[in-house]
């Protein structure tokens, strides 16, 4: 079993469409849980970033963590062309080197 | 601020042959990481440098790959040889440090390697 899972899509919605984006994990030691963003040749590039179990929002942007059920999700609203890309989730555990573990990316689409 | 720098950005070499990758990181990074993402699949770490020490160096396949770090500034990677299983992108990330505080890793454009 992977230490982070994600749903590989690829996903293909509308503009103005509500995105959802989840991965799930088995380690439990993860504390930091992280969505990176990366478009077609480029590197990923941070997106948000959340500690432990709880929700935190940047503009259309929304990172859900479910500690109990090990489940982080992104939520995109209002989605725009330009958020078409390949979205990633990572995790690191709290202290010392904060190895990041990534999910298998989300390709996404957004169709105007 | 000037990013992670990598070169070359493209690749293209044969199996059994060698090949090396340079990366500048983000000035007064004192962390360098080397990832490889194979296509369709998220970056899975190599080897992580903590100044010019190594932290971490569990997923790098020491028989044919190797990297260092020698000033603590800028880093290579090395393949020798080379197999067809080794296509794919390598990214260098860096950031400020260790410890409990949440350090955000700046990534690079990555170099595209082929082994054909």
């Known amino acids: 079993q992977k230490e982070v899972e994600q749903d590989p899509g690829p996903l293909s919605v509308p503009e103005g469409a509500i995105v959802s984006l989840n991965c799930t994990y088995s380690?439990?030691?993860?504390?930091?849980f992280m969505w990176y963003r990366q478009y077609s040749r480029k590197g990923p590039e941070l997106l948000m970033y959340?500690?432990?179990?709880g929700n935190k929002e940047d503009g259309r942007f929304t990172a859900q963590v479910d500690k109990s059920s090990k489940y982080i999700s992104l939520f995109i609203r209002d989605s725009q062309p330009s958020d078409s890309a390949t979205y990633l989730c990572a995790m690191s555990v709290i202290q010392g080197a904060q190895k990041l573990v990534f999910g298998q990316g989300t390709r996404l689409t957004i169709n105007p | 601020e000037a990013g992670v720098a990598q070169s070359p950005r493209y690749k293209i070499i044969e199996k059994r042959q060698s090949v090396a990758f340079w990366c500048n990181p983000i000035?007064?990074?004192?962390?360098l990481y080397w990832y490889q993402q194979i296509l369709g699949q998220g970056p899975k770490l190599l080897i992580q440098?903590?100044?010019?020490?190594?932290?971490?160096d569990s997923q790098l396949p020491k028989d044919r790959f190797s990297a260092e770090r020698l000033k603590g500034v800028d880093s290579t990677l090395k393949i020798q040889p080379a197999k067809l299983e080794d296509s794919a992108v390598y990214l260098c990330?860096?950031?400020?440090?260790?410890?409990?505080?949440?350090?955000?890793?700046?990534f690079g454009p990555g170099t595209r390697l082929t082994v054909t």
């Open positions: 990330a860096s950031s400020s440090g260790q410890g409990i505080i949440f350090r955000e890793q700046y």
């Open positions: 380690n439990s030691a993860f504390q930091y």
């Open positions: 959340t500690y432990s179990s």
């Open positions: 440098f903590q100044n010019n020490g190594v932290v971490d």
């Open positions: 000035s007064g990074h004192a962390t």
